[in-house]
């Protein structure tokens, strides 16, 4: 059983081994050094192997906040790894909230989530921090701290896991790297226009090389062109086998981008291939 599976108990060995793979390729993608894949033909297999893997799974999952009315209501999907899916509807549809429910920053009301091969809704609390690592967030509000430089803000991540000092470095500048933003280690968030913070938190958000990636409007107020930029960082993140899961409500993007939709609106889900009418 790798490393990674340590935390918990009663997951699947073969799974597990598809996500150390799909790890060790991100990796390789990070730190700009080729997977270790001797022949052509044990990439396509791996990659096959990559996208048969589970990546998210809802069964009958329901969300209400108190005693008010469900903002979701029975939703069912899965989600593969290496997919690259947004999630659509108006303001107020229950988009973050569905983000939220997959990053385990909140609790289902009812229903079996599954993440990277485990039963969320029933993870004890000690093991939250392995559902950290094996999600990256990025939400709505960056929440980059404004006390500390660009660098500081990617290395939190790794303190919090306890990394050594000198091999977190190494990584957070190849994450600064990764999303455009090396030589601006030492700027403050406040010094960088919008579009730098939102990859200033992508950054901080790959940092851990997760497997999943959330992103709650991550291009919103920022203007077309930035937007583009934007996407096309989560674009190179996919095309290493991250799976990514994307709220947004911006249509000429997602019509450019997105291969599956999940819509929400006035309670009603639907899953479709494309962008949803
Ligand atoms: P969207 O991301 O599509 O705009 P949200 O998931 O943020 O929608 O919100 C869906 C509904 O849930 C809204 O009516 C919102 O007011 C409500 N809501 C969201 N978070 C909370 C919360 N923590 N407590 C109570 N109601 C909430």
């Not at 150390?20 to 297999?45: D, G, Q, S």
């Not at 999600?135 to 500390?148: I, N, S």
């Not at 203007?223 to 086998?241: K, L, Q, S």
């Amino acid at each position: 059983m790798g490393a990674i599976m340590s935390p918990m108990a009663g997951c699947c060995e073969t799974r597990g081994h598809d996500i150390i793979r799909a790890r060790l390729v991100f990796k390789a993608a990070v730190l700009n050094t080729p997977p270790p894949l001797a022949r052509p033909h044990m990439a396509v297999l791996l990659w096959a192997l990559i996208l048969s893997a589970i990546m998210i799974e809802f069964q009958h999952v329901f969300k209400s906040y108190g005693r008010a009315r469900n903002i979701l209501s029975d939703i069912n999907f899965r989600i593969g790894a290496g997919e690259f899916v947004f999630v659509s509807g108006p303001s107020g549809a229950g988009k973050s909230t569905l983000l939220k429910l997959v990053g385990g920053l909140e609790p289902p009301s009812r229903g079996a989530i599954s993440v990277n091969g485990h039963r969320i809704d029933e993870m004890p609390t000690r093991a939250r921090p392995y559902l950290r690592r094996a999600v990256g967030v990025t939400l709505h509000d960056t929440h980059l701290l404004y006390d500390r430089s660009a660098i500081e803000n990617v290395l939190l991540p790794l303190k919090v896991i306890g990394l050594e000092q000198s091999v977190a470095w190494t990584r957070a500048r190849a994450a600064l790297d990764k999303v455009g933003l090396a030589g601006k280690d030492d700027f403050n968030p406040v010094e960088m226009s919008g579009g730098e913070q939102q990859r200033l938190a992508i950054a901080r958000a790959i940092v851990n090389r997760p497997a999943i990636l959330i992103a709650d409007e991550p291009t919103a107020n920022l203007d077309h062109e930035t937007a583009r930029r934007i996407m096309e960082v989560f674009r190179d993140f996919n095309r290493v086998g991250v799976t990514l899961l994307i709220a947004s409500h911006d249509k000429s993007l997602m019509a450019h981008y997105a291969a599956r939709t999940l819509h929400i609106d006035n309670g009603r889900f639907t899953d479709v291939q494309g962008v949803a009418v």
